[in-house]
Structures are given as structure tokens and as C-alpha cells.
């Protein structure tokens, strides 16, 4: 199934990482150039590296000059993790091209890549929490606070694999095709953030 491989990929990823730790550790994509392993390994490299950017950007006693170095950073990443999720867009558009769309298909409300963009997060927010229900240095009822959050967190994986995995079949069957709009991130653009074209006058 397209989820289970996913979320086997997404766990890899994450365990890839945290044998270093570390933000700066270079991505080694096991997978073949091309692939679409390939693509939601780097995909969730992206969102592992950024997800422990956010933690220490919110170190209160951080220095200002890091703090702002590594806004940089997640700025870049999060136009890095849209440039993912639409070369995996690409590649299933690529891959259905062919297939005979029924004359009263729907379009869905998300494409399948910004799905598995959630289902890549969903994976860090699972190991996460599940990390927190096993640390000592804190009372039960925080382990168990977060054994709560975790159960929530899993029953949603579930849910969105299924979701995601029923949104496929139709594409497959021609019940629904895909539509995609490139994000067009303004705050990014030169020529379209008003901060930084004011400067060019």
C-alpha cells in the first residue's frame, strides 16, 4: 500500500536523523535518484531537520543574532519543503496521465502530496510524543498526559493513510483527477513583497 510504504520511509527518516541529532548532519537519500522513495525520504529529511530548528529557535535564553540565522533557515526550508511536495505532485501527475478520467470526476480538495505533507508531520509529532511518554526526568501524569496525546495521534494516522490511500484508488479509477497550483508564496519574491521591492526605488 502507498501509506505503508510512506509512513516505513517517514519512520527510517526519522530514525536516520536521530542517530546524529543534529540540524547540520547532510541528508544520505538511500533510495534511487528519481524514485518516488527517493522523493518522500528527502521530503521528510526537510520536515525532521526543520522540526528541531523550531525547538531551538524557541530557547528563550538564544542568542538573537542565532535566532534570527536560523528564521533563515526555516524560511528556506519551508520553500524547500513546497518545492517537495510539488515534485511529488509532478511525479503522480506523470504517473496518471494516462488514466481515463470519468466525466463527472472531482477534483479533491488537496492534491496527494500536500496529504502525505501532513502524514510526514504526523510522523514526527507520533515519535515525538511517544519519546515523551518514556522519559524519567518527569511525573506519570505527564507520561500519561502524553500516552493520551499519542493514542490521538495514532488513530489519526490511521485515518489519513486510509484517506489518502481512497483519494489514490479514485485517481487510479478516473473517480477524481488532480488539479495543482503552484504556491505562490509572495513573501519570497523580490518583485512581489512590498518590503523588498521598496527598497529597489
Same mark, same amino acid.
Given at each position: 500500500?502507498?501509506?505503508?510504504?510512506?509512513?516505513?520511509?517517514?519512520?527510517?527518516?526519522?530514525?536516520?536523523?536521530?542517530?546524529?541529532?543534529?540540524?547540520? &548532519?547532510?541528508?544520505?537519500?538511500?533510495?534511487e535518484p528519481g524514485t518516488l522513495d527517493h522523493l518522500l525520504y528527502h521530503k521528510n529529511w526537510?520536515?525532521t531537520v526543520q522540526w528541531h530548528l523550531e525547538d531551538i529557535i524557541r530557547n528563550p535564553e538564544?542568542?538573537?543574532?542565532?535566532?534570527?540565522?536560523?528564521?533563515?533557515?526555516?524560511?528556506?526550508?519551508? &520553500?524547500?519543503?513546497?518545492?517537495?511536495?510539488?515534485?511529488?505532485?509532478?511525479?503522480?501527475?506523470?504517473?496518471?496521465?494516462?488514466?481515463?478520467?470519468?466525466?463527472?470526476?472531482?477534483?479533491?480538495?488537496?492534491?496527494?502530496?500536500?496529504?502525505?505533507?501532513?502524514?510526514?508531520?504526523?510522523?514526527?509529532?507520533?515519535?515525538?510524543?511517544?519519546?515523551?511518554?518514556?522519559?524519567?526526568?518527569?511525573?506519570?501524569?505527564?507520561?500519561?498526559?502524553? &500516552?493520551?496525546?499519542?493514542?490521538?495521534?495514532?488513530? &489519526?494516522?490511521?485515518?489519513?493513510?486510509?484517506?489518502?490511500?481512497?483519494?489514490?484508488?479514485?485517481?487510479?479509477?478516473?473517480?477524481k483527477y488532480m488539479k495543482t497550483y503552484k504556491q505562490m508564496k509572495m513573501y519570497n519574491d523580490?518583485?512581489?513583497?512590498?518590503?523588498?521591492?521598496?527598497?529597489?526605488?
Open positions: 500500500m502507498f501509506t505503508e510504504n510512506a509512513n516505513r520511509i517517514f519512520n527510517r527518516v526519522i530514525e536516520d536523523y536521530h542517530r546524529y541529532d543534529n540540524v547540520d &548532519q547532510p541528508i544520505e537519500n538511500p533510495f526537510i520536515d538564544i542568542d538573537p543574532m542565532e535566532a534570527l540565522k536560523i528564521k533563515r533557515r526555516i524560511d528556506k526550508s519551508n &520553500q524547500d519543503r513546497t518545492d517537495m511536495v510539488e515534485y511529488v505532485d509532478s511525479y503522480l501527475l506523470d504517473k496518471y496521465k494516462d488514466v481515463k478520467v470519468a466525466p463527472d470526476a472531482r477534483v479533491n480538495t488537496e492534491t496527494p502530496a500536500w496529504a502525505i505533507d501532513r502524514l510526514s508531520i504526523l510522523a514526527l509529532k507520533i515519535y515525538h510524543m511517544a519519546e515523551e511518554t518514556k522519559r524519567k526526568d518527569v511525573d506519570e501524569a505527564h507520561r500519561a498526559a502524553c &500516552q493520551k496525546k499519542l493514542d490521538v495521534l495514532l488513530t &489519526q494516522q490511521v485515518d489519513l493513510s486510509r484517506s489518502i490511500e481512497e483519494l489514490i484508488e479514485d485517481i487510479e479509477a478516473g473517480r523580490p518583485a512581489l513583497n512590498p518590503v523588498l521591492y521598496a527598497k529597489k526605488k
